[in-house]
C-alpha cells in the first residue's frame, strides 16, 4: 500500500550528509526525512535507510531530470540522452559541475529512472522526491523545446512505477504541473515559495491533505 503524507506532517531534509552520523539523521527532529537515495547507493551506505525507517518515514530524493557525471549508473545514459549543462536559473553565469539535463521523452532515461525506484523500494524507501521536473521553465534553458505537458506526463510515468512499488511520490517545485500530477502523487517539495509568494498555489494540495514540504534557504 502507498504511504499517504498528510498535511502538516513534520519533516526535516538532509541536504548534504557527508560528516553526519547515523545516530544524527535519526534524532532529526520529524516524523518524516528526506535524504539523499544516490549518495547513500554511492557511499554502501543504504543500510541506514531501514535504521531511519525504524522511527521515521524515509523520503529517498534522487535527479529525475538531470545526469550526474558521479553517479554509479552515469555510464547507462546515451549521449542522446544528454542535453545542456545545468545552471542557476537566478545566477544564469553559475552552473553545476558535471550535471545536465536530460531527455525526459527518452525511452532509455526512464528505464534508468524506473531502475532507482526499484532500488529506492529494495532499500527500504517510504517514498521518493524526484527533483528537475521543471525543464519546460524557459529559465532553465535545457537544449530541449518540451513544454509542461511532457513534463507533467513524465512525473505521472515516475508515479506509475511508484505506485507498483509502494512506494509514494512527491513533485519537486514544478508547481504549473500540479493540476496535472495532483492525482497521482501524494506529497510536494517545495523550494522558497515564501520567498517567490508563489506558497498560495499549494492550495489545492493542502485541501486535499497531501503534505507540501517547504525549504527556505
Not at 506532517?9 to 560528516?19: A, K
Not at 534508468?112 to 528537475?132: F, L, Q, T, V
Request: proline fraction near 4%; aromatic fraction near 10%; charged fraction near 30%.
Amino acid at each position: 500500500e502507498v504511504p499517504q503524507f498528510p498535511a502538516g506532517t513534520p519533516w526535516d531534509i538532509i541536504l548534504n550528509y557527508e560528516g553526519v552520523s547515523l545516530e544524527q539523521l535519526v534524532a532529526a527532529r520529524g516524523e518524516v526525512i528526506d535524504i539523499d537515495l544516490m549518495d547513500l547507493i554511492d557511499d554502501n551506505n543504504t543500510s541506514y535507510i531501514m535504521e531511519l525507517k525504524k522511527t521515521k518515514s524515509v523520503i529517498c530524493y534522487f535527479s529525475a531530470g538531470s545526469r550526474e557525471d558521479w553517479r554509479k549508473d552515469a555510464m547507462d545514459f546515451t549521449a542522446a540522452d544528454i542535453g545542456k549543462e545545468m545552471r542557476d536559473p537566478n545566477d544564469p553565469l553559475e552552473d553545476w559541475p558535471g550535471e545536465n539535463w536530460i531527455d525526459v521523452k527518452s525511452t532509455n532515461v526512464r528505464n534508468i529512472m524506473k531502475a532507482r525506484i526499484e532500488k529506492a523500494a529494495k532499500y527500504g524507501c517510504s517514498a521518493i522526491d524526484p527533483d528537475n521536473v521543471d525543464g519546460y521553465d524557459s529559465n532553465h534553458q535545457d537544449g530541449y523545446t518540451y513544454d509542461k505537458s511532457v513534463y507533467a506526463e513524465y512525473v505521472n510515468y515516475l508515479a506509475g512505477i511508484a505506485r507498483d512499488n509502494n512506494l509514494a511520490i512527491g513533485l519537486k517545485n514544478a508547481l504549473d504541473i500540479i493540476p496535472d500530477v495532483q492525482q497521482n502523487i501524494q506529497f510536494a517539495v517545495n523550494e522558497q515559495c515564501h520567498e517567490k509568494k508563489e506558497c498560495q498555489i499549494y492550495e489545492s494540495m493542502t485541501k486535499a491533505d497531501k503534505a507540501v514540504f517547504n525549504i527556505e534557504y
